[in-house]
């Protein structure tokens, strides 16, 4: 079966630095997608990897390991407004999103 | 600005009462998809529409029915809802060519059943 592991919910400080994991088992990939998630409201775009090694976009950076079916999402320089679920989404054989559970990430100042 | 717009944010049916949720797109995508998301659950997928080729996921309930008149529209009718269907209803659209082929989200539509 298709399946995508990520914590349940984490706690961090604000101005710290977070990691998410994500492990995944999935038939087929064509790449792993974060998506953030405030409450209430819809998923939005964060990064996209498709080959192993580590994508940078401002405070965010996401990472890959195909071999090992894992990623990570890291958070720099944490702000109360990155409070939200993180969400893991791998593209399967036939670009379908499998989608993990989400990581509640909860900020406290 | 290009955009997937959901109509409504908040719908309330009564057990039973049929009810059709909207997204509209200005991105020209080729593909709409359907999510149901629980509270604290992945958005699980209801049904996609590459163009007009309609594909329903195999555990979707019958209950659950959609329609793409054209490429800007898309809608899910429930045509009986239960108290269990009650959800965020979430409209995605994608290019559907190469790369990333991120979806890009409306802002959902919270179904209330009663």
């Known amino acids: 079966g298709q399946n995508i592991d990520q914590p349940t919910e984490m706690t961090a400080t604000e101005g710290a630095i977070v990691q998410i994991n994500c492990t995944y088992q999935?038939?087929?990939?064509?790449?792993l997608f974060w998506y953030q998630q405030h409450a209430g409201e819809a998923p939005t775009f964060l990064s996209y990897?498709?080959l192993d090694g580590l994508e940078e976009k401002g405070r965010f950076s996401s990472f890959l390991s195909r071999s090992k079916g894992y990623s990570y999402l890291l958070l720099k320089e944490l702000q109360m407004k990155d409070s939200a679920s993180y969400l893991c989404?791998?593209?399967?054989?036939?670009?379908?999103?499998?989608w993990g559970a989400g990581t509640k990430l909860i900020i406290k100042p | 600005d290009a955009m997937v717009i959901q109509n409504p944010r908040y719908q309330v049916t009564q057990f039973g009462k049929p009810v059709t949720l909207s997204c509209s797109q200005t991105?020209?995508?080729?593909?709409m998809y359907w999510y149901q998301q629980k509270s604290s659950q992945a958005p699980k997928l209801l049904f996609h529409?590459?163009?007009?080729?309609?594909?329903n996921e195999a555990d979707t309930p019958d209950n659950f029915q959609s329609r793409r008149p054209n490429t800007s529209f898309c809608f899910l009718d429930i045509r009986s809802p239960g108290l269990g269907d009650a959800a965020m209803y979430l409209c995605?659209?994608?290019?559907?060519?190469?790369?990333?082929?991120?979806?890009?989200f409306g802002p959902g539509t919270r179904l209330t059943v009663t």
């Open positions: 995605a659209t994608s290019t559907g060519t190469g790369g990333p082929n991120e979806q890009y």
């Open positions: 991105l020209n995508h080729n593909v």
């Open positions: 529409y590459y163009d007009k080729d309609f594909n």
């Open positions: 999935t038939s087929g990939f064509n790449g």
């Open positions: 990897n498709v």
């Open positions: 989404a791998v593209s399967d054989s036939n670009y379908q999103l499998i």
